[in-house]
């Protein structure tokens, strides 16, 4: 016999709206709490990552001369042309880059990882960056029309580069509706492996015109300026708006493609365009910086284990902690052997190489959502 | 009490209105025809049974009623208007889907994934509105999941997960409402709840049609029973007019025998007794 009471004993009694409020709603400091600490802590990491470099500038003065800057700041420090010309000319724009930089490629790879529902797919990985390398490179060593738009193509260039690279890794991993796992990131390998070899050939063979693209094999803020910076940031902010638009039907797209057409979503055209915007963010990260690995595979999954895969946080979180990272990697490759320089996509290699064969091991690649 | 029944249409159907009606519906698929002239019809306050063998061509019925397999010939209409003048998102407010084997992240919770089914009433820079909040913790309710709807998905035993979808499915408040063998694998308590659900479910008004491989399920159960054989509803009505001996054995076999309950007289289909079996 069962028994009726203890059965009924285990329903509690709890109403529909107390559900609700319970599963659901998420007090407003515990929404913006994260995201105000995360931030918080790219200023730090931010104000932390001028007072670094070879000019032997005391970081209190590296600081006020920026913040003298400012309008109705007076802070009258006196010091040399040359400091202030290192604080606000290299190391300001060099930082601000390795944000942009390090934000976009987080956020791309997260962008990706939503699409594709695979925790592997990041630009490096899925030949996205070595595609926009190639890009960039052909728009170096072309006579493009450069006049006053100077750096203006270069993105562009990347952009074309980037997205034959990730419809490439997409069709060829598509078997019917389902896109598997492991054969996109070894399409994406195959692909950044045929980008690469000819970028080189490029390099090899392009003269003095391909000179600055040596430096961005391995990835590298040398190069940063106001004017890269200046003409980057849009393409980045447009691509980051229209990604992050589609946050919530990022989240219905973790579900099966039959289940998200059946809530009304039209899946294909969601893929096409939250994958350009991210594409145009990578993209425009590569032709800034050149080939920066594994940034868009660490940062989306630490962000998903402190604060969950809802794509409306972890977006905007994966940005900030993504840009942080970056600047820290940055100063991490100016200092490492200083006054000689590490390539910064060496230091991120090094951390996000070992943090892929651990997502490979430790979570099978196909069960992995 | 805010929240309206999770299963009032949201758009009226005039009750005289089939919310299915399916027409010579003939469907290709990699060159084979798996629908052949498929006639079904289904009204509000209607719970239908759809029967057959394997490879019948039932899952592909319900894909077609949901415009996601393109018709060879025939016409579906969802709530008197053809599947071609509504609009996707229209669509999935009429019609909701729990399919056989549906994947969601095994870290979701289960108050997310129910959260889902507010899509298609939800603009693409929409939030979530309190009307959302409570109609998807009225879906769980129903569904019988409210207990468990801040645990993962991934720590849910079968029959559970199998409430969670249906709980996301009512969440979209559809008229009609589609599920696919949603008692597969379940151990027979689960099964008979998730029927007395869909019981319950079309008391309140909703249409509701489900696939089934146990045929002495779906007599118990169903109001009607559709019986699809290579492509075609071969018969459909009361349970004890279709699930007879003649009707069983053509589109199944010789290994299906129908007997009747001693008590209710409802069919049930067992394993025929022959020569190679025990006693």
Known sequence: MIDVAEVQGSEPSVRAPEIAAGAYRRSRLAVLGPLALAAALLVLVLGFALTQGA???PPGTALALLVQRLPFVHLGVSAPDTWER?????????VLAAALVGGGLAFSGAAYQGVFRNPLAEPYLLGVAAGAAFGAAIAHVLPLPTGSYGFGWVPLCAFGGAAVAVLGAYLVARAGAAVSNATLILAGVAISAI???????????GGQRAQPVFAFLFGSFNTASWERLLIGAPYVVLGALVVGAHGRILNVLQLDEEQAA????????????VLAAASLVAATAVAIAGVIGFVGLIVPHAVRMLFGGDYRRLLPLTALLGASFLVL?????????AP????????????GAPFFLYLLRARRVDGLR | MTAAPATAAPTTVAPTVPLLATEDVCVDLDGQRVLDGATLTLRAGELLGLVGPNGAGKTTLLRAATARVPLASGRVEVAGRPLHALSPRALARLVAVVQQLPEAPTTMAVAELVLLGRTPHLRLLGRESARDYAAAG???????????AGRALGTLSGGERRRAFVARALAQEPALLLLDEPTANLDPQAQGEIFALLRELAADGAGVLVVVHDLTLAAAYCDRIALLHSGRIVVAGAPEAVLTAEHVRRAYGDRVEVIRHPRSGAPLVVPAVLEDARG
């Open chain 1, 55 to 57: 000019a032997a500038i």
């Open chain 1, 86 to 94: 290192i604080v606000i000319d290299v190391r300001l724009p060099r």
């Open chain 1, 195 to 205: 980008f690469g070899s000819v970028t080189s050939f490029i390099l090899l063979t």
């Open chain 1, 262 to 273: 059946q809530l009304g979503v039209d899946v294909t055209r969601t893929k096409l365009i």
């Open chain 1, 329 to 337: 990697a940055d100063v991490l490759s100016r200092s490492l052997l």
């Open chain 1, 340 to 351: 000689q320089e590490v390539p910064v996509g060496i230091v991120t290699a090094l951390t």
């Open chain 2, 138 to 148: 009225e879906a769980m309710r129903r569904a019988g999941c409210a207990r468990f």
